[in-house]
């Protein structure tokens, strides 16, 4: 029975984000935004004046009203699970606080190969069974009029922030163990690397249509620590991802010129940032995979809809329309950012360039 | 009369760092740190624990110890005046205070038009006299035995900070003004360009022997923003450097995709971050010209001094002994930065690759 509270604007896109994936021609150029289930949304604020994010995350029905919000509002091909990428670490044994105004928080980080031997693997449905309810009542909500995507933290990212114990400017304690304790760090890794895996392929099973794997940090490595410490890990995940059948993207921010590398993670699409044009960043890429990018988030949280329109435009003309370009933001959409912007962006899909 | 205080480690290598420069064959590699006039160095601890960051700025003989103090420790091949980008601003009319654990803030940032219209263009001899007297002694104590840099921010990084109001996360109001107001955005830059090139023009005269232009926040821009936006006014700014006659060094972060258009700015140096291998870097820029870095300064911060050396080595290799490598970190060198990593990397020059 159709759902008269799902009000989705777009019930005719579902093939044509799964189709970019691919690869194969869409009738336009499909189009979601990283953190469109946040901030930028008054109905998303107001669920965050009622709950606290905690309390968002371990409530599947919460978790699912933040993932329909966009899709409600703006014609966009696919939504995203409302989640965090740092849950999984709690599972593992790490303490998580989201502090107002300071982010998130691990009381105790990972500093010693003590800590990293004490890691524990934990079956997904055990640890994050609310993520996996989530997206089962997601796909139900949205009756297939969009995918919807999973995701994870990418191996690195949760290192990252296992070790430092939060957000980081230059990553000192993080390069410290990498460089001065190879032996601790490629454990994490691999600790890590099967608990992103485990929890991927779960989030298929619970259905999730798409994953991404978010390696918001890798732009703080140079090119040959990304290839010695990071890049064989990410492999792994994409093996284990293909074994899904579902397409994956991997996204990163800072790594504009290495993408060569990124590539070599082996996902069907590729994140850019705004860092480079779409054009010079797919000839890096390789024009058999896809891409996704490449707005500026402050561009699109800033600048009058006129100009928002434009710089749709010119991403839109590097793409050539190519088939295997995925419009998006080349980072979270800022909380600032004026719906209208959106709107003209979404509807700038539709132009003939 | 030789000044016995001076003990200057590098009596050599005044000509290694200004032939580099000019892209001359040198006997090797030279070598200095950006903010190598620095926290890292315990003798610069003591001086700050008697002195404020103010009073070191506006105090000649406090900046010149501070800028003979690394000169002093390690062989290097250049110094650089301990100064600050940021009181540029002040003489402009901009006030600013350097707030302890938050860096330094302005009391009055740039929000309208009409703070633009008032900012005030004073000969440099008036509002920064204090730096033009440091860079006199500094070449007198210096006693020509290794070459004395001068600098400023560049119009872009000095516009940020100027309309941000201190550091910045996603430059937000730089973008707004930037696309919401590009009449007023260009009036700042015209603004500050002459500031600039009235500045650097200044420090020659009074003996800087090289310039460097710090662009450390361009790496927010896409390359169509910085293109339009700040590339104009950088080219103008060489143009001024030019007649000075003095080598003339680019530097900026996060540029690594856009290189070519950082070479535009036409420097006879340009500088690159870690993110990017040094080869390539090179290719992209043309190896018509110099370039500078590209070591992680976090690297240099935490690993043992074995992988600092195996660094340099490989840094070194891709640079390939072609005339016109200036080996410098990717960015400023860290406060926690061990002095005998330093003293490796110093030695690693040394070393046949």
């Known amino acids: 029975m159709p759902n008269p509270k799902s009000k989705i604007q777009n019930p005719k896109s579902n093939a044509r984000f799964l189709r970019a994936c691919c690869g194969e021609p869409v009738d336009r150029t499909p189009v979601w935004l990283m953190r469109q289930a946040g901030r930028f949304l008054p109905e998303y604020r107001a ?59 691990l009381a105790n980080p990972i500093r010693r190969a003590a800590d990293v031997t004490a890691l524990r693997l934990v079956p997904p449905d055990e640890s994050l069974p609310f993520v996996l309810e989530a997206i089962r009542l997601a796909r139900r909500e949205l009756e297939g009029k969009v995918p919807l995507i999973g995701f994870s933290g990418a191996p690195f990212t949760l290192a990252s922030y296992a070790i430092e114990g939060g957000g980081s400017k230059n990553y000192t304690r993080v390069k410290a163990l990498m460089y001065g304790e190879p032996d601790t760090w490629h454990l994490l890794m691999e600790k890590l690397t099967t608990a992103v895996g485990d929890y991927l392929a779960a989030q298929v099973e619970a259905g999730a249509q798409t994953l991404q794997l978010f390696d918001s940090w890798a732009g703080a490595l140079s090119p040959s620590d ?105 980072h979270g959409v800022l909380p600032q950012t004026p719906l209208e912007n959106v709107q003209a962006l979404v509807e700038a899909m539709d132009l003939d360039c």
């Open 47 to 105: 669920l965050r004046e009622k709950y606290s994010m905690m309390e968002m995350l371990h409530a599947p029905e919460l978790a699912v009203e933040a993932t329909l919000q966009p899709v409600r509002r703006f014609e966009i091909d696919a939504a995203i699970i409302f989640a965090d990428i740092l849950p999984i670490l709690t599972g593992m044994g790490l303490e998580l606080n989201f502090v107002k105004g300071a982010g998130p928080v």
């Open 226 to 330: 990304y290839a010695r410490f990071v890049l064989p890990y990410n492999r792994r995940v994409t093996e284990r991802v293909r074994s899904t059948g579902v397409p994956f993207i991997y996204f990163s921010t800072g790594t504009s010129a290495m993408l060569p590398l990124t590539a070599q993670v082996g996902s069907d699409v590729v994140g850019v940032d705004w860092r480079i044009p779409l054009d010079e960043a797919w000839d890096a890429i390789g024009t058999d995979r896809g891409i996704q990018g490449n707005l500026d988030p402050a561009l699109l949280a800033t600048a009058p809809p006129s100009v928002v329109v434009a710089e749709a435009r010119r991403i839109l003309r590097e793409a050539g329309g190519r088939p295997g370009h995925i419009f998006n933001l080349g």
